[in-house]
C-alpha cells in the first residue's frame, strides 16, 4: 500500500513507509532487541504505518543504536527478593510457586482453605 510511502516527512512529519518496506539500517524496539541493541537514548527517525494508519513503529539508526545493559549482580538479586516477596504469604510465611494475589494479600490455601 503506497499511502503510507512518504520518505521525505512531508505529509506525515517524519519519513514514514508501509508495513515491511523500512530501508535497510533502520530497525524497531523490537528488532534492536533481538539484536541486542537498543536505541541509545537516540529519538526515531522515521516510522511505519499500517492498518490504515492505525498502527505505528518507529524506526531508529542501527549505527546510532548501543548494546543492552546488563543487570549488576546487586540488581538482579534485588529482583529476586523482590519477586519471592510476592510469592511469600503474609499469614502462613510459605513461599508458593504462584504470585500471591494483591487483591487477598494471602495465599490460596489460606483464603477460605483453598476452595474459590
Not at 14 to 22: D, G
Request: with cysteine; glycine share 10%; hydrophobic share 30%.
Amino acid at each position: 500500500m503506497t499511502v503510507f510511502y512518504d520518505p521525505a516527512g512531508t505529509r506525515y512529519g517524519m519519513p514514514t513507509y508501509p508495513y515491511r518496506l523500512a530501508p535497510n539500517g533502520l530497525a524497531t524496539r523490537r528488532q534492536l532487541r533481538a539484536a541486542g541493541l537498543r536505541p541509545g537514548g537516540h529519538d526515531p527517525v522515521a516510522q511505519i504505518l499500517w492498518r490504515r494508519g492505525k498502527r505505528v513503529a518507529y524506526l531508529y539508526r542501527l549505527d546510532l543504536a548501543a548494546p543492552k545493559r546488563t543487570a549488576t549482580p546487586a540488581q538482579r538479586e534485588a529482583i529476586a527478593k523482590a519477586l519471592r516477596a510476592r510469592r511469600t504469604c503474609r499469614h502462613c510465611g510459605h513461599i508458593k510457586p504462584y504470585y500471591i494475589p494483591r487483591r487477598t494479600g494471602s495465599c490460596l490455601d489460606c483464603t477460605s482453605g483453598g476452595a474459590r
